[in-house]
């Protein structure tokens, strides 16, 4: 692979983006695509307009995390001056074309699949560039810009079916991205012991929220457990040996295990409403994050 591929690719955060993918599914399980009885079971499904809201998903992400770095070039060419675009290799031009070429795909495939799922790609879009633009810096309303993102593209897919009453699932996500977002504050100089704590309690509270909730809504299928289990170790491990070596090392080890335990926070949530098999296709796009990561970064 050319030294600048790999820098475009490096731009699109290829190890993130399996996680947007996982949310369309969690979300489109929600909506009752795949419920079915058997724990191995496979739905019948309209596969086009499934495919399409995932593509939609990843390029949204993807056209997100690029225009991140466009509008972060002064702070990159001081602090990251190793980064795609302060380093020269990806034109800033080039660079700020390609995010929004990207947003303006996932929008039009969100679309393709329906007006409302359209509507919400739209709104997604718009808080995407609030992010990158404005909110990202400002020590509340950037964490709770994230997970709002995150929460509209866990909607996009529940609305897949038209239906909207599993939206208060759509906090979760909200909720959690914004802890894994207060921890990112601490990555480049540390020193975030009091945000760990509060990204812990934050954690405690999305665990809990999700297992009423499925109380509430979902079939009596404990399956999910499983998935809960795996994605408390995942993100509470490494949040305890960052908050014992508060340095910046061990905080990016926080920060990249909360975006990849994403996968198994949206298996749980899609098991409970479909069924096991769904859980463990999901499961599998984990280790294609963690090996993505391995070769590119995360944050």
């Known amino acids: ?23 369309v599914l969690a979300g489109t399980a929600i909506s009752g695509l795949f419920a079915v009885e058997g724990a191995f079971q496979l739905a019948d499904i309209a596969v086009l307009p499934f495919l399409l809201l995932v593509m939609a998903s990843v390029f949204l992400y993807a056209g997100g995390v690029v225009l991140n770095d466009v509008f972060d070039i002064e702070i990159d060419r001081v602090e990251r001056p190793e980064r795609p675009i302060p380093s020269g290799v990806v034109p800033l031009g080039k660079a700020r074309s390609l995010g929004f070429v990207l947003l303006a ?7 393709f699949v329906g007006k409302t799922t359209g509507l919400i790609a739209v709104f997604l879009a718009l808080s995407i560039l609030l992010y990158d633009k404005f909110a990202k810096h400002h020590p509340i309303l950037g964490p709770l810009n994230m997970g709002v993102c995150r929460g ?5 897919g529940i609305s897949l079916l038209g239906t909207f009453q599993y939206w208060p699932y759509v906090l979760l996500p909200v909720v959690f991205i914004f802890a894994v977002t207060m921890i990112s504050r601490g990555e480049v100089h ?16 999305v665990i809990t929220a999700l297992v009423y909730l499925h109380y509430t809504y979902a079939k009596n299928d404990f399956w999910y457990v499983l998935f809960l289990v795996l994605f408390g170790l995942m993100v509470f491990r490494p949040l305890i040996i ?14 990249k295990s909360g975006v990849l335990s994403i996968v198994l926070l949206d298996a749980s949530l899609a098991v409970a409403h479909s069924n096991l098999l769904l859980g463990i296709l999901i499961l599998l796009l984990l280790p294609l994050s963690i090996f993505l990561a391995k070769q590119f970064a995360v944050t």
């Open 1 to 23: 692979m050319s030294p600048r591929l790999k820098a475009y690719l490096q731009l699109c955060r290829p190890a993130n983006l399996p996680t947007a993918a996982a949310d």
């Open 105 to 111: 795909v996932g929008i039009g495939l969100a679309f």
């Open 152 to 156: 509209l593209n866990l909607l996009m």
């Open 190 to 205: 540390g020193k975030n012991k009091g945000n760990i704590l509060m990204a812990g309690l934050l954690y405690g509270m």
């Open 242 to 255: 960052a908050y014992r070596n508060n340095t910046p090392n061990h905080i990016k080890n926080a920060v």
